[in-house]
Nanobody
Framework: QVQLVESGGGLVQAGGSLRLSCSASGRTFGSYVMGWFRQAPGKDREFVAV????????GYADSVKGRFTISKDNAKNTVYLQMNSLKPEDTAVYYC???????????????WGQGTQVTVSS
């Protein structure tokens, strides 16, 4: 399995931007599908975005489509989540995950980071 470490979270005002990064260990990062998920207090973990192994295909939850962008740099073993036009309802702990299947189902991702807090103030 690959080990994942997220960074880049913080406090931002509504309408602002943040870029999350997720660094992976190991030499097989390019063979993984990568996803971002989030969990708000009192809510279930939900899908945010997914990117294919080579980075050419991406998918998004309807709630973030047009505002968030996922990207993958296999040379740097890193996946990013650029978040623009942030809303208070985007407040959550954000997790990156690695898997073998291009899907929005969290159960198909076998490796998870520890999460990074994103707080959007109104």
């Amino acid at each position: 399995q690959v080990q994942l470490v997220e960074s880049g979270g913080g406090l931002v005002q509504a309408g602002g931007s943040l870029r999350l990064s997720c660094s992976a260990s190991g030499r097989t990062f390019g063979s993984y599908v990568m996803g971002w998920f989030r969990q708000a207090p009192g809510k279930d973990r939900e899908f945010v975005a997914v990117i294919s192994r080579g980075g050419s295909t991406t998918g998004y939850a309807d709630s973030v489509k047009g505002r968030f962008t996922i990207s993958k740099d296999n040379a740097k073993n890193t996946v990013y989540l650029q978040m623009n036009s942030l809303k208070p309802e985007d407040t959550a702990v954000y997790y990156c995950a690695a898997g073998r299947v291009y899907t929005s189902d969290s159960s198909d991702f076998g490796s998870w980071g520890q999460g990074t807090q994103v707080t959007v103030s109104s």
